[in-house]
């Protein structure tokens, strides 16, 4: 007799053999039971369809199982380039939507958008012109510091016209169009030993960019959506997502 997951939360798939439920699972039998349904309290009977898990090297008469989800045979892998290049891209458009928006609601409404530049989510946060400023080198000098080995993004240029904030993404969006896969996937796997203001930081290329990068980034580009929506500019969620990757068919 085959082992059966029961009520466990593991549910194996045969790929091949006799026995087999619509699902393409191996049903070796079921249990009806009454119970109470937890929501609305009423009575109910419940089904049970017990799943095989013993593979045919473990007891014969059994289908060949694998476990539900299972990567095996589909190794899956994500190269430094598209979890870096894509993934600031997707925001960094995002983020020269937004500031376009913004600077269409002005238009719309009288307002001067270089009111913006100095606005601040709370009285302790950096000011817009900074948020803008900061995801533009956590996105481009990111990707520097694992080409170089140094964090050195420019000096700060400080408040800027509202203008100059756009055009800074521009450049942003520009210079990540500009690495390529090749180039980039080079350079996975390397230690870097990083000093980033007072600290001095071990980080892999990958680590540099999922642990310090990217967290960075995504919070200095939704700080200044947050800003901007505010101060009474028309933004919502999908403004900030960007074009999803979704796969292509």
């Known amino acids: 007799m085959c082992r059966t997951s ?9 790929v091949r053999g006799p026995g087999l439920d619509g699902r393409g699972r191996a049903l070796l039998g079921h249990s009806r039971f009454p119970g109470t349904d937890g929501l609305h309290g009423q009575s109910v009977i419940h089904e049970v369809r017990y799943i095989g898990l013993c593979p045919p090297r473990q007891r014969k008469g059994c289908p060949e199982l694998t476990e539900v989800g299972s990567s095996k045979g589909k190794p899956m892998a994500t190269s430094l380039y598209d979890l870096s290049v894509p993934t600031f891209l997707q925001t960094v458009k ?25 606005a601040r989510l709370f009285d302790d946060m950096a000011p817009f012109h900074f948020q803008i400023e900061a ?18 993004p420019p000096a700060l240029v400080g408040p800027v016209p509202f203008a100059d904030l756009r055009a800074m993404i521009g ?12 180039e980039v996937n080079a350079w996975a796997g390397k ?16 680590t540099l960019i999922l642990s310090f990068s990217l967290p960075n980034f995504y919070f200095h580009a ?14 919502g969620k999908r403004d900030y997502e960007g074009r999803l990757r979704t796969r292509t068919a």
């Open 94 to 118: 995002a983020v020269g939507g937004f500031l376009a928006r913004a600077a269409r609601h002005c238009a719309e409404t009288g307002a001067d958008p270089d009111d913006f530049v100095h």
């Open 135 to 152: 995801a533009w080198h956590h996105s481009v000098w990111g990707l520097e510091a694992v080409k170089t080995g140094v964090f050195s």
């Open 6 to 14: 029961g009520l466990g939360p593991r549910e194996w798939r045969p």
């Open 171 to 182: 450049k942003a969006e520009t210079a990540l169009e500009a690495f390529t896969p090749d």
């Open 191 to 206: 230690d870097l030993d990083l000093q980033i203001g007072p600290r001095r930081l071990a980080f892999t290329s990958e």
């Open 222 to 235: 939704v700080t200044a959506y947050d800003i901007l929506r505010t101060r009474g500019v028309p933004l």
